[in-house]
């Protein structure tokens, strides 16, 4: 059975950092790209940062360029997302999402329960 799980949300003030991770059992991460996708309250869903197999390449939207960096420990089988100079629209649950097949050969999206950011003074 996949499992994956995000932690490290929370409450911060304008300007402070946050490190996200997504860590997965009965599938392994560093077979597959990851994304960090984000949903703020009565918004859609969106993707936020994207990393490639072997840390190749990352990718970002225009938003938190600059703030956020994802990176990946495959030994660990988790992904980050290291959150600079938060902003109070960063605001939102942080969901982990990878696609591909888990360790018993299911296809799937798999996704994680979410995490919540809240950044305010």
């Known amino acids: 059975q996949v499992r994956i799980v995000e932690s490290g949300g929370g409450w911060v003030q304008p300007g402070g950092s946050l490190r996200l991770s997504c860590a997965a059992s009965?599938?392994?991460?560093?077979?597959?790209?990851v994304s960090w996708y984000r949903q703020a309250p009565g918004k859609e869903r969106e993707s936020v940062a994207s990393i490639t197999t072997g840390s190749y390449s990352m990718s970002y939207i225009d938003d938190v360029k600059g703030r956020f960096t994802i990176s990946r420990d495959d030994a660990m089988n988790t992904v980050y997302l290291q959150m600079n100079s938060l902003k109070p629209e960063d605001t939102a649950v942080y969901y982990c999402?990878?696609?591909?097949?888990?360790?018993?050969?299911?296809?799937?999206?798999?996704w994680g329960p979410g995490t919540q950011v809240t950044v305010s003074s």
């Open positions: 999402h990878a696609r591909g097949y888990s360790d018993d050969w299911r296809l799937g999206d798999y």
């Open positions: 009965g599938f392994t991460l560093s077979r597959y790209p």
